[in-house]
C-alpha cells in the first residue's frame, strides 16, 4: 500500500473545509469500522459526522485530494483537511472533554507518530481483516453516516474548474 504524505492543515490547495468535522473511513477495514463505531458510540453530541471512503462522495473527495482509498482516513473541519495522527488530534478536539488529554502524544514528533500509523495502516488487513462495505456498523450507526454533501460537492467542482 502506497503512503502519501498529505499536509494535514490548510497549506495544501487541495485542502477542504468544512464547519462540522467530517471523518472519512474505509468501509471495508475491520479495524476503521470498529473505530468508527467506537467513535460513534462516543459522539453523543453528533459533533463529528461520517462518511465511508468507498461511497461515490468519498470516493470524489479521495481523488480531489490525489490520494488512494487506502492511504489514509481523512478529517475535514473548519481548520482544513487532516490525515494521520494530526487528525486524530482534532477528533480528540471534536469529542472535547476528557479525549483532549489524548493529544498529549502530540508531544511525539510527527515522524514518529506517522510511522508508526504507517506501519499499522499498510497492514491493517492483514491483522484485522475486510468485512462488507460497512457492515460491522450496526443499522443505526450505518444510518448516520453522511451520505451526500451538497456544499462538499460545491467546493469540489469549484476546485476542479479553477484548477482547468
Given at each position: 500500500?502506497?503512503?502519501?504524505?498529505?499536509?494535514?492543515?490548510?497549506?495544501?490547495?487541495?485542502t477542504l473545509h468544512r464547519d462540522r468535522p467530517l471523518f472519512i473511513f474505509d468501509g471495508v477495514c475491520v479495524l476503521c469500522s470498529t473505530g468508527v463505531a467506537w467513535l460513534m458510540r462516543r459522539n453523543r453530541a453528533g459533533r463529528i459526522q461520517f462518511l465511508s471512503a468507498q461511497s461515490d462522495l468519498g470516493q470524489a473527495i479521495y481523488r480531489h485530494l490525489g490520494m488512494e482509498l487506502g492511504d489514509s482516513y481523512v478529517l475535514i473541519d473548519s481548520a482544513g483537511t487532516h490525515t494521520r495522527t494530526d487528525g486524530f488530534f482534532r477528533v480528540a478536539d471534536a469529542l472535547g472533554g476528557a479525549w483532549k488529554l489524548g493529544k498529549v502524544f502530540r508531544l511525539i514528533?510527527?515522524?514518529?507518530?506517522?510511522?508508526?500509523?504507517?506501519?499499522?495502516?499498510?497492514?491493517?488487513?492483514?491483522?484485522?481483516?475486510?468485512?462488507?462495505?460497512?457492515?460491522?456498523?450496526?443499522?443505526?450507526?450505518?444510518?448516520?453516516?453522511?451520505?451526500?454533501?451538497?456544499?462538499?460537492?460545491?467546493?469540489?467542482?469549484?476546485?476542479?474548474?479553477?484548477?482547468?
Open positions: 500500500m502506497k503512503t502519501m504524505v498529505i499536509p494535514s492543515a490548510n497549506t495544501s490547495p487541495m514528533p510527527r515522524p514518529i507518530r506517522d510511522f508508526f500509523y504507517d506501519r499499522l495502516a499498510n497492514n491493517r488487513y492483514r491483522l484485522f481483516g475486510t468485512s462488507d462495505h460497512c457492515a460491522l456498523l450496526s443499522p443505526a450507526a450505518r444510518s448516520r453516516l453522511v451520505t451526500e454533501d451538497p456544499a462538499l460537492r460545491a467546493l469540489l467542482a469549484q476546485d476542479r474548474a479553477a484548477h482547468r
